[in-house]
């Protein structure tokens, strides 16, 4: 059974960092795009970043230059750096996993979802 778990999420002021991680099992995602994206209370769920098998990379506009994806193919994991946080980056990040969504940025793209972390980012 194909499970993504995430992990890194906290509490943290202003101008700090966090790391998620995000573990796959089940099977390999090697040959998967993965992604991450956030939910924050009341709003739609939004891109941040993501990495194809062939190690193309995107990102959002609003985390672009503070946000590194990265990903272990080894570990079977992808990382998020999040450096300079701001309190608009509060949310519920979460990681996803396709075979190759057409549309990356695209939440509905993606088959296999993690359950989330939640991040909070205080002023």
């Known amino acids: 059974q194909e499970q993504l778990v995430e992990s890194g999420g906290g509490l943290v002021q202003a101008g700090g960092s966090l790391r998620l991680s995000c573990a796959a099992s089940g099977r390999t995602f090697s040959s998967y795009a993965m992604g991450w994206f956030r939910q924050a209370p009341g709003k739609e769920r939004e891109f941040v970043a993501a990495i194809r098998n062939g190690g193309t990379i995107y990102y959002a506009e609003s985390v672009k230059g503070r946000f590194t994806i990265s990903r272990d193919n080894a570990k079977n994991t992808v990382y998020l750096q999040m450096n300079s946080l701001k309190p608009e980056d509060t949310a519920v990040y979460y990681c996803?996993?396709?075979?190759?969504?057409?549309?990356?940025?695209?939440?509905?793209?993606?088959?296999?979802w993690g359950q989330g972390t939640q991040v909070t980012v205080s002023s």
């Open positions: 996803a996993a396709d075979r190759n969504p057409p549309r990356i940025r695209v939440h509905q793209m993606y088959s296999y």
